[in-house]
C-alpha cells in the first residue's frame, strides 16, 4: 500500500497569510513563487490564434515545437550527440510521475528540495532518500534529481558537482534528472545544463525545462524534457496511454515563446532589481542571506525557527515560505520569491525598514 501523501504544507501558512493580509495597506505575498508579470503579447496572440483546435493534439508535439525544442537544446543548452524531446503538461507533473512512469524503487532527492520530489517517490512507491550535492557519496538507487540553480536555496552547482552525478550515472546505471527550471535566472553565478556535460553520451539523462517562470507561462501549463531517446520513447508511450497531452494551443505558444530570448532577459532583469533591492533589506533587520545567487528566491535565516520568522514578518504583512517545506535541514530558513510586482517590492523595503 502507498504510504500517506504529507499534509498540503501551504495550508499550514494560511493563518500568517491571514496576519500578513490585516497590514493596513495589505499583503505582500512572496511566499508562492507564482509569476505576477505578464505573459509576452506575442505568445498570447500565437494561443488566442490557435484556439480553433477541433482535434487531438499530439502527446509527442507538433513538428514545429519539437523543431524549436530541439534548436533551443543545442543553442541554449549546448546538448550535443543524440536526444529526444517531449512536451509535458508543466514539470510538476513530470517531477511528481516519472518514479511512476519509470518503476523506480530508490529516488535520490537533494536534501533542501522542492517537495514534488518526495511527494512523486511516494506516489511512485519508492523510497524517497535525501542526499547532499556529492554524488561520490550517493548510495545506490533508480532515480537520482539535481535542481541548479535550485529551488528554495537559489544554489548553483559547480561543474564539477554536476560531473560527478554523471559518473554516477554512468557508473550505476541510473537515471540523472535535471530539473533546470530556473537555469535562465543568473545572477551572479552562471548555471549551465547538464546536457552541455555529456560530451553527446547522454544515455540515462534527462534535462527538465519549464516555461513558467521563464516566459511567465505558469497558468499555461507549459514545460517540456530533453535527453536519452530510449527513455523518452519509453516515457511517451507511457504518456501516450495515459492521455497527458498538452494542449495544441499551448503547443504553439511555446513555439514562438522558445524562438524568443529577449522577453526572457527582461524577465531576468526584472527579478535580478527586486533581488538587489530585497537582499539588503533583510540583512538589515539582521537575515543571513545564504547562496541565494541564481534563480527565483532568496533563501535566508535569522538563526531562529523558520515559522518565527514567517511571523515576524507576517505582522510587517510580508508572507514569505518557512524553509521546513523544503526538508528538515530548512528549519531555520526562511524563502523569499521575487514574485511581486515592483511596487510590492518597493513596498517590502519600506516596511523592512520602518
Ligand atoms: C524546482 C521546481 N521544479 C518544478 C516546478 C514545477 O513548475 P511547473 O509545473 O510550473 O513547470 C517548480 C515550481 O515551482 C520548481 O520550483
Known amino acids: 500500500m502507498r504510504a500517506p501523501l504529507p499534509d498540503f504544507p501551504w495550508d499550514a501558512l494560511a493563518p500568517f497569510g491571514d496576519i ?141 558537482e554536476v560531473n560527478a552525478c554523471i559518473q554516477w550515472s554512468r557508473n550505476s546505471g541510473a537515471t540523472l534528472v535535471s530539473d533546470e527550471c530556473y537555469l535562465d535566472f543568473d545572477h551572479t553565478a552562471k548555471s549551465f545544463s547538464v546536457l552541455s556535460q555529456t560530451n553527446g553520451d547522454n544515455s540515462n539523462i534527462l534535462a527538465v525545462h519549464s516555461l513558467s517562470k521563464r516566459s511567465s507561462m505558469a497558468g499555461y501549463r507549459a514545460a517540456f524534457m530533453i535527453g536519452d531517446s530510449q527513455l523518452i520513447s519509453r516515457i511517451r508511450e507511457f504518456r501516450k496511454h495515459a492521455g497527458m497531452i498538452v494542449p495544441l494551443p499551448v503547443q504553439k505558444a511555446m513555439t514562438v515563446a522558445l524562438a524568443d530570448n529577449e522577453h526572457v532577459i527582461q524577465q531576468r532583469t526584472r527579478y535580478n532589481g527586486r533581488r538587489d533591492l530585497l537582499r539588503p533589506a533583510l540583512e538589515a533587520v539582521g537575515f543571513r542571506v545564504e547562496f541565494s545567487n541564481s534563480g527565483l528566491y532568496i533563501w535566508c535565516t535569522r538563526d531562529e525557527d523558520a515559522w518565527v520568522s514567517v511571523e515576524w514578518l507576517a505582522h510587517r504583512g510580508i508572507l514569505a515560505t518557512p524553509g521546513s517545506f523544503y526538508g528538515e535541514k530548512g528549519a531555520n530558513h526562511i524563502r523569499i520569491a521575487m514574485t511581486a510586482t515592483d511596487e510590492r517590492i518597493k513596498s517590502a523595503v519600506l516596511r523592512l525598514k520602518a
Do not use: C, M
Open 20 to 160: 500578513a493580509r490585516s497590514h493596513p495597506d495589505g499583503i505582500i505575498d512572496l511566499s508562492q513563487g507564482t509569476p505576477v508579470d505578464s505573459t509576452p503579447e506575442f505568445i498570447q496572440t500565437a494561443f488566442r490564434e490557435a484556439s480553433n483546435s477541433p482535434s487531438y493534439p499530439l502527446t509527442a508535439g507538433t513538428p514545429e515545437l519539437r523543431a524549436a525544442i530541439t534548436q533551443w537544446a543545442h543553442e541554449r543548452l549546448g546538448a550535443t550527440g543524440d536526444f529526444d524531446v517531449l512536451p509535458l503538461i508543466g514539470s510538476k507533473e513530470l517531477v511528481a510521475w516519472l518514479p511512476t512512469i519509470l518503476e523506480a524503487k530508490k529516488v535520490l532527492i537533494p536534501e533542501i528540495a522542492y517537495p514534488t520530489y518526495h511527494v512523486g517517490a511516494l506516489i511512485g512507491q519508492a523510497e524517497s532518500i535525501p542526499v547532499g550535492i556529492d554524488a561520490n557519496q550517493w548510495p545506490i538507487a533508480d532515480l537520482a534529481w539535481l535542481n541548479s540553480p535550485s529551488n528554495p536555496t537559489g544554489r548553483v552547482h559547480t561543474v564539477d
